[in-house]
């Protein structure tokens, strides 16, 4: 009896630690593939950005006109001496599959008060570096062509 007390408790050890090695591998597993998705990898870290970095970021007007060829560059260096501040970045727009479709920014008015808020497409904006790690962005339009552009409404989106 003893000897088969023995056995029956080796045996439930013995199952209870193969259940949790094949669950340690099982969560093993998904780590693994989770950092060769590369969305965790320390080296894709520095190529992301966080909302927070776009969000305040200012939209400035480019002081000439650029052609296509010239406009088809995927980011300013820095803002240019003679770029005028014509609004910021209040919100993100995204697609049904995840796509960065454009950018929400508010113009003109003071103080908040009759500010415009329109959309701009992602290919009607460049992004600009900063020295201060926030996200400018530059358009080929003046403050008035933006505020022309159609109103929306929060309740747009």
């Known amino acids: 009896m003893k000897r088969f007390m023995?056995?029956?408790?080796?045996?439930?050890?013995?199952?209870?630690?193969?259940?949790?090695?094949?669950?340690?591998?099982?969560?093993?597993?998904?780590?693994?593939?989770?950092?060769?998705?590369?969305?965790?990898g320390s080296g894709n870290i520095e190529n992301m950005i966080r909302s927070s970095e776009i969000v305040g970021g200012d939209i400035y007007a480019i002081d000439r006109d650029y052609t296509d060829a010239e406009?088809?560059?995927?980011?300013?260096?820095?803002?240019?001496?003679?770029?005028?501040?014509?609004?910021?970045?209040?919100?993100?727009?995204?697609?049904?599959?995840?796509?960065?479709?454009?950018?929400?920014?508010?113009?003109?008015?003071?103080?908040?008060?009759?500010?415009?808020t329109v959309v701009l497409s992602m290919n009607d904006v460049r992004r600009v570096a900063t020295s201060d790690g926030e996200i400018d962005y530059v358009v080929r339009m003046t403050e008035d062509q933006l505020e022309d552009l159609p109103e929306v409404e929060e309740e747009w989106w």
Request: glycine share 10%; hydrophobic share 40%; net charge negative.
């Open 71 to 116: 406009w088809d560059v995927d980011m300013f260096d820095e803002v240019g001496p003679n770029w005028e501040d014509i609004g910021n970045v209040t919100d993100i727009v995204f697609s049904q599959d995840g796509r960065t479709a454009g950018l929400i920014v508010s113009s003109g008015g003071f103080l908040d008060i009759g500010d415009d």
């Open 6 to 40: 023995l056995l029956s408790s080796v045996a439930a050890l013995s199952a209870t630690t193969a259940f949790a090695e094949a669950h340690m591998s099982e969560s093993d597993m998904n780590q693994s593939e989770m950092s060769q998705s590369g969305l965790t």
